[in-house]
């Protein structure tokens, strides 16, 4: 009788360890949404470099921006709806000194809400110290954005969002 409540006693240990380890690790998205109505961001390096998880607003050093973490790098984007149509600004930093990358190439290809893709070329202005393009056009919903960076070869990319 003693072994087989031990043997049960055993069995539930081993069963919350499982369930404790399928549970959700994530906790609970950021509730505050940006004016944008931006949403956390996705984060992939092609070359499998460690990835850190996203957030709309934590570590994020412009106002709004969504970050993504991709060591070694510090990725921000920011969209605001202007009169003829919706201004892209990324900033790309080094993480360990949160020096701007100011020879990358950068592309932005957008899915829109009606499911069409569109690819524009980013470009750095010194005076806002980000890469930036505009996006034509005001269709209502929501937008999915593939940031690519080349980085003197080394390739990063940052995946956004945004409401309009």
């Known amino acids: 009788?003693?072994?087989f409540k031990?043997?049960?006693?055993v069995l539930g240990s081993v069963g919350l360890l499982f369930l404790g380890a399928c549970g959700n690790s994530?906790?609970?998205?950021?509730?505050?949404?940006s004016s944008t109505g931006a949403q956390p961001a996705k984060s992939e390096a092609s070359d499998g470099a460690a990835?850190?998880?996203?957030?709309?607003?934590?570590?994020?050093?412009?106002k709004g921006a969504q970050v993504v973490e991709s060591?070694?790098?510090?990725?921000?984007?920011?969209?605001?709806?202007?009169?003829n149509g919706t201004r892209l600004?990324?900033?790309?930093?080094?993480?360990?000194?949160?020096?701007?990358?100011?020879n990358a190439k950068v592309?932005?290809?957008?899915?829109?809400?009606?499911?069409?893709?569109?690819?524009l070329p980013m470009t750095y202005g010194a005076q806002e110290k980000s890469y930036t393009a505009l996006l034509p056009g005001k269709a209502a919903g929501q937008?999915?954005?593939?940031?690519?960076?080349?980085?003197?070869?080394?390739?990063?990319?940052?995946r956004f969002s945004f409401n309009q």
Do not use: C, R, W
């Open 1 to 3: 009788m003693n072994f």
């Open 71 to 83: 060591a070694p790098y510090h990725l921000e984007f920011i969209s605001e709806k202007e009169d």
């Open 89 to 102: 600004d990324f900033h790309l930093l080094k993480e360990e000194n949160n020096e701007e990358i100011s």
């Open 51 to 62: 990835k850190k998880e996203p957030s709309t607003h934590a570590g994020a050093f412009h």
């Open 143 to 158: 937008y999915q954005v593939k940031i690519t960076s080349d980085i003197g070869g080394k390739k990063v990319d940052g």
């Open 107 to 119: 592309t932005a290809q957008i899915q829109l809400p009606d499911g069409s893709q569109k690819t």
């Open 26 to 33: 994530n906790p609970a998205a950021n509730s505050d949404a």
């Open 6 to 9: 031990s043997g049960l006693i």
